[in-house]
Nanobody
Framework: QVQLVESGGGLVQAGGSLRLSCAAS????????MGWFRQAPGKEREFVAA????????FYADSGKGRFTISRDSAKNTVSLQMNSLKPEDTAVYYC???????????????????WGQGTQVTVSS
């Protein structure tokens, strides 16, 4: 059974940093693109960042460019999201997602991903 488990969320002051991690199990995730999404209260889930199956290509939503970095450790089946210079508007539940087909580049749409974690709360205070 495929399982994604996020960790690393919490409460941080504006300007601070957090590192989110996603542990994947149930298949060889090194062959699959991974992504991070977030959902704030009353808003739709939105794309944050994605990384292709090799880890050699990444892309970001404009909101996180220059502040967020996605990375993966395929040997450990983990993907991380380093978030710096956090802003109150970054407050949301952050979700890890895995693509359904192997050897892809990832995408910015929720339908590009078949598997989702349960989410981890990130709260940025002003």
């Amino acid at each position: 059974q495929v399982q994604l488990v996020e960790s690393g969320g919490g409460l941080v002051q504006a300007g601070g940093s957090l590192r989110l991690s996603c542990a994947a199990s149930g298949r060889t995730f090194s062959r699959y693109a991974m992504g991070w999404f977030r959902q704030a209260p009353g808003k739709e889930r939105e794309f944050v960042a994605a990384i292709n199956w090799t880890g050699g290509s990444t892309f970001y939503a404009d909101s996180g460019k220059g502040r967020f970095t996605i990375s993966r450790d395929s040997a450990k089946n983990t993907v991380s999201l380093q978030m710096n210079s956090l802003k109150p508007e970054d407050t949301a539940v952050y979700y890890c997602a895995a693509a359904g087909r192997p050897y892809g580049s990832g995408g910015s749409r929720a339908r590009d991903y078949n598997y989702w974690g349960q989410g981890t709360q990130v709260t940025v205070s002003s």
